[in-house]
């Protein structure tokens, strides 16, 4: 099992950590990692694994080994892993993070300013999207970037906690997504919190205030379906 590092401080950009070892397709796997790992519509970080020597390892990205426990690091393509051992120093792109941060919050208000089932979404480097079941059609953009707008700017905290399996159950709820749905299992659920604007359950990585989303445009809404609207934003 990796630490994820990121779970606790998603302002860390690098750490100290210490190779366990290498799997049968060259990802790299540390004890502990400030890496997010690929999951709820969120990419995995890149970045770089220095070593002791000064030489860089260069990932990729990160993902969930099928354990979901353990977190891997893939290396760009023809890095030379030789001598990959002991303690590196793993270290974040992170204005990429930091970018996907903030779409990542702005999403989460999105669902507060569209309170309906969310079907789909997707977080990318400064823009992202949410897919929402919604029988009648006539959403306006620009009614839509005036709400969001002002809950970012209301400069509300961002905080975390943990509930157990049990309580998420007793209040399915707080649950939005319809094709993805928190992990259960290991006897606790992480919800996120937008004080006074929303509450859900996500294990991504967020900013601490929603000031810090900075303004947003709604760039485009696209039918997909019968009842499906495809939502897009975009940091300005």
């Known amino acids: 099992m990796t630490a994820a590092l990121f779970r606790d401080d998603a302002y860390l950009q690098e750490a100290e950590a210490r190779v366990v070892g290498i799997n049968s397709r060259g990802g790299v796997l540390l004890d502990r990692t400030v890496f997010y790992a690929q999951g ?7 970045g770089r694994l220095v070593m002791a020597d000064g030489r860089a390892i260069e990932i990729a990205t990160t993902v969930y080994d099928a354990d979901k426990s353990t977190i891997v690091h893939v290396p760009a393509e023809g890095q030379d892993l030789s001598g990959l051992d002991g303690t590196v120093i793993a270290r974040i792109d992170w204005p990429k993070r930091h970018l996907r941060m903030r779409v990542h919050t702005a999403l989460h208000l999105l669902t507060a300013v569209l309170p309906y089932p969310v079907t789909g979404g997707g977080i990318g480097d400064g823009e992202g999207r949410l897919d929402f079941d919604i029988p009648e059609a006539g959403l306006d953009k620009s009614a839509i970037a005036a709400k969001l707008n002002a809950m970012i700017a209301s400069d509300a905290v961002v905080r975390d906690r943990w509930i157990t399996d049990e309580e998420l159950a ?44 900075g303004t947003v445009a709604i760039t485009e809404i696209e039918k997909k379906g019968k009842q499906n609207r495809r939502v897009r934003i975009a940091l300005a």
């Not at 709820?40 to 890149?46: H, L, R």
Request: hydrophobic residues 35%.
């Open 40 to 46: 709820g519509g969120q990419p995995g970080d890149s």
């Open 170 to 213: 007793a209040n399915p709820g707080l649950v939005k997504t319809m094709s993805v749905k928190p992990p259960v299992g290991a006897g606790r659920v992480r919800l996120v919190e937008i004080v006074g604007l929303d509450l859900q359950p996500c294990g991504g990585t967020h900013v601490a205030r929603t000031s810090e989303i």
